[in-house]
């Protein structure tokens, strides 16, 4: 259809890169990513359908099925401005409600032309919104009692609100907040060459700011070997390209803003200071053309450098305790997979984890013993696709439904059921003043 055409996911494309700066390539790859759940909301109606048992007792059936809510509402971010939007919106139409969507003031013009595409098309008016604004026009979507239920995408602090707000004023809430996420390589067995690449992708692909990154790398084995792998991984990262999103051959794009580079400044400043090895310093980087962007090169810090990380004493260097959602990888090296597992279930956050491995017992072994929702098997970014679910959890989530697939189905829909009593003479028995019990006198 119109939003599948080239030109239109081209001039969407544009607009992302304009606005959030990532790569050309990469927001194309936004869009493709947002479209595959439209498709996937085009077969919801089987996922609509309810249960049904008749003849319960003489003349009594009982059938349920999903109805939905109404009004519902979306306050997406900036990192992904295609995407996310349409995590929401297209589900939640397709099971039968209007929308209300709240693009990022930071990048609003993705939202805007899908939802005129939409309209162009034939979508009757009303039936998706958007609103621009702040704090005050989302406190009125959490507030508004024709709302049902809100979906967000975003930080710790604005989601906590958000969820709290809504659900105080009874609104269903589903909001995916901050993660760190985790990689473990065990080094005895992983195809070195192909687990760098990835994992370098993985890191400072979109700059880092993908909830989904990988932002922590636990080297499992001999600590001397693991000074060889993060020097594969310094010379495969400096191999990346800083610039305009624009440019042709542009790996790594700005950062969203200039409070976001200098807060990752500052942050890997104070690894540094707390005794962190910076690998490779992505700081001071200039662009040609660009001098005053907010361009940060990939950067590492190491915090095994010297000695194994013990993993039953808490990590406190701020390049593994804090969520910088910029183009920076922290590595730890630990002995055994029993203790990477430790660090990472240890993590507060639970969006994702992935291991890199030619060993099936440490995938299995890795696979039932993470807490993260979602887990890769060499696999450096385990987002599901859209039949599936995005099952974050721990601190990664507020709320209990996860974003489209099934949980989306649910999330965007209520249950009714119907029980109805059909006697095939008058005078039947509809029932007196006791309880109701089936088959009983």
Known sequence: GCLEGKEVRKEIAYWITLEQGKTTADAMGDVWRGLEVVEASCRVGSEMLGDSMQNLSNGLDTISYRVPLGVCAGIAPFNFPAMI??????????TGNTYVLKPTERAPSASLLLTKYLNDIGLPPGVLNVVNGGKDTVDGMLTHNDVKAVSFVGSNKVGKYIHDVGSRHGKRVQANLGAKNHATVMMEDADRASTIKAIVGAAFGAAGQRCMALSVMILVGDLEESRCWVKELKEEAEKL???????????????????AKSRAEDIIQQSIDDGATCVLDGRGVTVQGYENGNFLAPTIINLSDESYVDSNSPIGNPAYTEEIFAPVLTVLTVPSLDEAISITNRNAYGNGCAIFTSSGGAARKYQYEIEAGQVGINVPIPVPLPFFSFTGNKSSIRGDVNFYGSSGVHFFTQLKTVTSNWQYATGGDLGGVTMPVLGKN
């Open 241 to 259: 390209r800083v610039g305009s999103g624009f440019v042709d051959g542009v790996d790594v794009g700005p950062l969203i803003s200039k409070e």
């Open 85 to 94: 939007p349409l995590w929401m919106f297209p589900i939640a139409i397709a």
